[in-house]
Nanobody, 121 residues
Framework: QVQLVESGGGLVQAGGSLRLSCAAS????????VGWFRQRPGKERDFVAA????????TYADSVKGRFTISRDNTKNTVYLQMNSVKPEDTAVYYC??????????????WGQGTQVTVSS
């Protein structure tokens, strides 16, 4: 069982930056694909970005491409989401999730509790 804990959320002005972290309790985390998702008010949860176990493969939603960067440090069992040039529409609860399958596999096995990001205009 992998436990995921997100941190780094908060209030930021439009155009600003924020870095989210997803820390895992198990060393096996370094073998997992990790994704970031977000749920905006009144909306379904959407995919944001994902990174494979080595960090060599990443993928992004079109809405964040060029602004957000996903990365990982397997020595720290942590995955990051660097959010730059944020917009009010980025306001959401952000979740990290992990799976043992490859990046294209749709189902994630483990989920964190989420961290709130609020972007003021």
């Amino acid at each position: 069982q992998v436990q995921l804990v997100e941190s780094g959320g908060g209030l930021v002005q439009a155009g600003g930056s924020l870095r989210l972290s997803c820390a895992a309790s198990e060393r096996t985390f370094r073998r997992y694909t990790v994704g970031w998702f977000r749920q905006r008010p009144g909306k379904e949860r959407d995919f944001v970005a994902a990174i494979n176990w080595s960090g060599g493969v990443t993928t992004y939603a079109d809405s964040v491409k060029g602004r957000f960067t996903i990365s990982r440090d397997n020595t720290k069992n942590t995955v990051y989401l660097q959010m730059n040039s944020v917009k009010p529409e980025d306001t959401a609860v952000y979740y990290c999730a992990a799976k043992s399958g490859p990046i294209a596999t749709p189902v994630y096995d483990y989920w964190g509790q989420g961290t709130q990001v609020t972007v003021s205009s």
